[in-house]
């Protein structure tokens, strides 16, 4: 019986129009306690906004529970933001992005409630920036949501008061994470297609709704090729030292019935010579104007062995992902992280509790070795000879449905 299929659904008109009006007024000085639970429909959402300006909270899935624990965060102030996204209870380019925007609007707002001049929000707006585009260096999508919000700020603020600023603020968090959905879901169609009609795909790290604000980047393509009627068997690298790949994408495919396979990252060479893998596809945290792309830790080995096997590459992300005022993949700061996140993973030691560990969090992929790079405005064949700065330059705007 041939599959039948399905796309993903764009966000519908009426979710699309936020109530400005309302936000602007404060509904009262008590924070009302937000009921925090599972998805009514089913789908793990990373970020989400609840409530109101003044009694608003940012609703974090807690992504180092996973797959055990479905447990939620609510966020209400820049501090604990800052340390969720430094310990990837959200994680993934485009979700520390709408999670830094959001933070903004979190922090303005009790100073907002305190006086009606909105240059007094001056100097929190520039502490608040500084301590978020800080917190994680290589996803790029941090630093352009938080740009982007400045840049709203900024138009703003001469004209409105401040808590209506902030209500403007919030408007724009809102519509960044609204676009974000629309851009996962345009990737998703673009990358589907080159995937293969039957036979072996890997991914590696997580790039799927827990990553993003809609269904995700290479695993969006990976499941649209799925519903496409591909007969696709994904295999999922486990991406020491987090697990990413075994926490959330298994969970992310097994929940969206996409069959899966579990590898441990050492595995991809082994399967790629038995004939096993097709297609690789991945995401990135920042391409630059050469169409080098950082990712997660691993992901340059696999290039390799995909070049050497003459398996097609795939790079999937959205135009907030591209850093075009770096020309190569060399200039990008790599985050390196703790120690015990591979000396002890899951909190279980591993190793002699003082052996040195290096720990960089991400690698950078060469644009020679990426067959295709994916985007919500088209693809990018062959990068290395060109393309990255032409389909990128400019804003994406929201289409009118
Ligand atoms: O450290 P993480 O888990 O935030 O790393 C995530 C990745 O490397 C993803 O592949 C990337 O952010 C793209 S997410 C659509």
Redesign the pocket.
């Given at each position: 019986m041939p599959a039948r299929k399905k796309k993903f659904s764009r966000p519908s008109t009426k979710a699309r129009r936020p109530a400005a009006r309302s936000a602007v007024k404060p509904r009262g000085k008590q924070a009302k306690p937000l009921a925090v639970t599972g998805p009514a429909d089913g789908i793990l959402r990373g970020v989400e906004w609840r409530g109101g300006l003044d009694d608003g909270a940012l609703i974090l899935l807690d992504?180092t529970r996973l797959p055990t624990v479905i447990g939620y965060q609510a966020i209400r102030a820049l501090e604990p933001l800052r340390q969720a996204i430094i310990d990837?209870v959200v994680?993934?380019?485009?979700?520390?992005g709408i999670a830094g925007a959001y933070g903004l609007v979190l922090h303005l707002v009790p100073f907002a409630l305190k006086a009606k001049n909105s240059s007094t929000l001056e100097k929190p707006f520039a502490v608040a920036f500084e301590r978020l585009v800080t917190s994680?260096p290589?996803?790029v999508?941090l630093k352009w949501a938080l740009e982007r919000m400045r840049d709203c700020f900024q138009r703003h603020l001469s004209d409105l008061t401040a808590l209506e600023l902030c209500a403007r603020l919030l408007m724009e968090a809102k519509r960044i994470h609204r676009e974000d959905a629309e851009l996962?879901a345009r990737i998703a169609e673009n990358g589907a297609r080159l995937l293969p009609k039957s036979g072996g795909v890997l991914t590696?790290?997580?790039?799927?709704a827990l990553?993003?604000g809609g269904v995700?980047?290479?695993?969006g393509c990976i499941v649209q090729a799925h519903r496409d009627g591909r007969q696709i068997q994904v295999f999922a690298d486990e991406?020491r030292p987090?697990l990413?790949g075994a926490r959330?994408t298994a969970l992310e495919l097994q929940r969206a019935k996409v069959p899966v396979t579990l590898i441990c990252d050492s595995m991809a060479a082994h399967l790629m010579q038995r004939g096993k893998i097709q297609a690789v596809i991945?995401?990135?945290?920042r391409i630059t104007a050469n169409g080098d792309a950082?990712?997660?830790?691993g992901?340059y080995g696999l290039a390799v062995l995909a070049k050497h096997h003459g398996i097609p590459f795939y790079v999937?992300?959205?135009y907030s992902?591209f850093d075009l005022s770096l020309k190569d993949g060399m200039l990008i700061e790599i985050?390196e992280?703790k120690a015990d996140e591979v000396r002890r993973p899951q909190g279980t030691q591993f190793s002699p509790a003082d052996v040195p560990v290096a720990n960089p969090?991400?690698d950078v992929t060469p644009a020679a070795l990426i067959t295709t790079i994916i985007t919500e405005r088209g693809v990018i064949h062959k990068p290395e000879k060109g393309g990255v700065a032409k389909l990128m330059a400019g804003n994406y705007s929201e289409p009118a449905i």
């Amino acid at each position: 019986m041939p599959a039948r299929k399905k796309k993903f659904s764009r966000p519908s008109t009426k979710a699309r129009r936020p109530a400005a009006r309302s936000a602007v007024k404060p509904r009262g000085k008590q924070a009302k306690p937000l009921a925090v639970t599972g998805p009514a429909d089913g789908i793990l959402r990373g970020v989400e906004w609840r409530g109101g300006l003044d009694d608003g909270a940012l609703i974090l899935l807690d992504q180092t529970r996973l797959p055990t624990v479905i447990g939620y965060q609510a966020i209400r102030a820049l501090e604990p933001l800052r340390q969720a996204i430094i310990d990837l209870v959200v994680r993934g380019a485009p979700a520390i992005g709408i999670a830094g925007a959001y933070g903004l609007v979190l922090h303005l707002v009790p100073f907002a409630l305190k006086a009606k001049n909105s240059s007094t929000l001056e100097k929190p707006f520039a502490v608040a920036f500084e301590r978020l585009v800080t917190s994680r260096p290589t996803a790029v999508n941090l630093k352009w949501a938080l740009e982007r919000m400045r840049d709203c700020f900024q138009r703003h603020l001469s004209d409105l008061t401040a808590l209506e600023l902030c209500a403007r603020l919030l408007m724009e968090a809102k519509r960044i994470h609204r676009e974000d959905a629309e851009l996962c879901a345009r990737i998703a169609e673009n990358g589907a297609r080159l995937l293969p009609k039957s036979g072996g795909v890997l991914t590696h790290c997580n790039t799927g709704a827990l990553a993003t604000g809609g269904v995700g980047t290479a695993l969006g393509c990976i499941v649209q090729a799925h519903r496409d009627g591909r007969q696709i068997q994904v295999f999922a690298d486990e991406t020491r030292p987090l697990l990413q790949g075994a926490r959330l994408t298994a969970l992310e495919l097994q929940r969206a019935k996409v069959p899966v396979t579990l590898i441990c990252d050492s595995m991809a060479a082994h399967l790629m010579q038995r004939g096993k893998i097709q297609a690789v596809i991945v995401g990135a945290d920042r391409i630059t104007a050469n169409g080098d792309a950082a990712n997660k830790i691993g992901t340059y080995g696999l290039a390799v062995l995909a070049k050497h096997h003459g398996i097609p590459f795939y790079v999937a992300a959205p135009y907030s992902t591209f850093d075009l005022s770096l020309k190569d993949g060399m200039l990008i700061e790599i985050e390196e992280r703790k120690a015990d996140e591979v000396r002890r993973p899951q909190g279980t030691q591993f190793s002699p509790a003082d052996v040195p560990v290096a720990n960089p969090a991400f690698d950078v992929t060469p644009a020679a070795l990426i067959t295709t790079i994916i985007t919500e405005r088209g693809v990018i064949h062959k990068p290395e000879k060109g393309g990255v700065a032409k389909l990128m330059a400019g804003n994406y705007s929201e289409p009118a449905i």
